[in-house]
């Protein structure tokens, strides 16, 4: 099977798109449809179903895509390690709260990992399952996780913690101190399935009998990097984890305030594959200390 079909398969699943991925790929969409209807043919399955609107997944398809990131992942990996035999390519893959704070650690250290152990380290962000589904399929060397990980493959070792926080801009006028009862005076930015930060709300709200629905949500996102932008923007207040606003805390563009009988924290950890621990071991000695110093800051 040519790996360029799962490739136009994988980037039109996520567009939703043939003409998008055509223009990106510099490739007519007739010609990129021809690769799409091979693809189906090797397959014996329909994978696309076209309409005006665009393209939606079949069944066969939505199985397919499941499986598509991990062999493309897997095939780009071998290609970089058979390109660049001379350094010892290392690929970490990071929760996605991590995106601001993970270069802090990587701009000075990956020199000084290159030097001293001819590594060079690649960093993507995902979810907690991607990531041990790569470390378990040796897609990815090392992962950052929000969650224990008890596996006999694999060891975990807790590199810091984390904790929810109620933030809004620096601009907004609101106190430095809320109860649950005062956040319901407020446009509320809320996290859908990002680290279970909804339903714990929802437990703590429960718990003094109040209903998370009752909120003045104005959205509901998925994404950190969105949540913080419209928190940034001054159009509400929300719960996020500490370290994806860590920077803008600091700067003071953002200011936490203090939640009052509200209290959630997270451990962080480092998971790898025992094999990579035993070839490896000063090098991961090495940047978990280096993970530990950030996380204490």
Not at 70 to 85: L, P, T, V, W
């Amino acid at each position: 099977m040519n790996i360029e079909y799962l490739k136009y398969f994988y980037n039109i699943a996520r567009f939703r798109s043939i003409s998008k991925v055509a223009t990106d790929c510099h490739i007519s969409q007739s010609a990129l449809s021809q690769q799409i209807q091979k693809l189906e043919q090797r397959l014996g399955v329909k994978l696309l179903e076209r309409s005006n609107k665009g393209v939606s997944l079949t069944p066969q398809g939505e199985l397919i895509l499941r499986h598509c990131e991990i062999i493309i992942n897997a095939y780009d990996k071998m290609i970089e390690d058979i390109n660049s035999s001379t350094i010892n390519n290392v690929s970490l893959s990071s929760y996605y709260t991590l995106t601001s704070f993970i270069p802090e650690i990587f701009i000075n250290y990956n020199k000084e990992s290159r030097d001293k152990y001819n590594n060079k380290i690649k960093v993507n962000f995902d979810n907690n399952n991607t990531i041990l589904s790569k470390i378990l399929n040796d897609i990815c060397d090392i992962g950052i996780l929000y969650s224990f990980v008890d596996d006999k493959h694999v060891a975990c070792t807790k590199i810091g913690e984390d904790r929810l926080v109620l933030a809004a801009s620096s601009k907004l006028n609101v106190k430095d101190s809320l109860t649950l009862d005062d956040i319901f005076k407020y446009p509320f930015i809320l996290l859908n399935k990002r680290l279970n930060i909804k339903n714990n709300l929802r437990e703590a709200l429960l718990h003094e009998g109040k209903n998370i629905g009752d909120l003045n949500t104005i959205l509901n996102l998925d994404s950190f990097e969105s949540a913080k932008s419209a928190i940034l923007n001054g159009y509400g207040i929300g719960l996020v984890p500490y370290l994806s606003i860590k920077n803008e805390l600091q700067r003071g563009s953002i200011k936490e305030i203090e939640l009052e009988g509200f209290e959630y924290n997270f451990d962080v950890y480092m998971v790898y594959k025992k094999e990579f621990l035993s070839k490896n071991r000063e090098f991961l000695d090495e940047l978990q200390s280096h993970f530990k110093l950030i996380f204490n800051k």
